[in-house]
């Protein structure tokens, strides 16, 4: 838990999207990086309004996937769907 704590603050301290880019490719392995960003399309999506089943068909993948991110969405104060929210309403302007 403390590593994490770490990993959370040092995150937090990286203002640089370049400086991020490269933190990620050194830390995190291709798999790694492609499960986060599929991870973050389907948030995407479900923000988007679109069905659990329709992202499944179109990314191969299972329900089970979709559904955890579908529970994080409705959470009462998600900090996900604040950045997504925000992600939105800059791409509208």
């Known amino acids: 838990m403390k590593a994490r704590r770490e990993l959370e603050k ?14 990620f490719e050194e830390i995190f392995t291709p798999k790694e990086l492609k499960d986060l960003e599929l991870r973050w ?3 995407k999506e479900l923000h988007a309004g679109q069905t ?8 191969k993948i299972s329900l ?9 969405l409705k959470k009462q104060g998600s900090i996900t769907k604040r950045l997504l929210d925000s992600c939105a309403e800059k791409k509208g302007k």
Do not use: N, P, W
Not at 14 to 23: G, L, N, T, V
Not at 52 to 59: G, N
Not at 64 to 72: L, M, W, Y
């Open 10 to 23: 040092v995150f937090a301290e990286i203002k640089d999207c370049h400086e991020m880019a490269s933190f």
């Open 41 to 43: 399309e389907l948030l």
């Open 52 to 59: 659990q089943r329709s992202i499944a068909a179109r990314h």
């Open 64 to 72: 089970c996937k979709i559904t955890r991110g579908s529970k994080v």
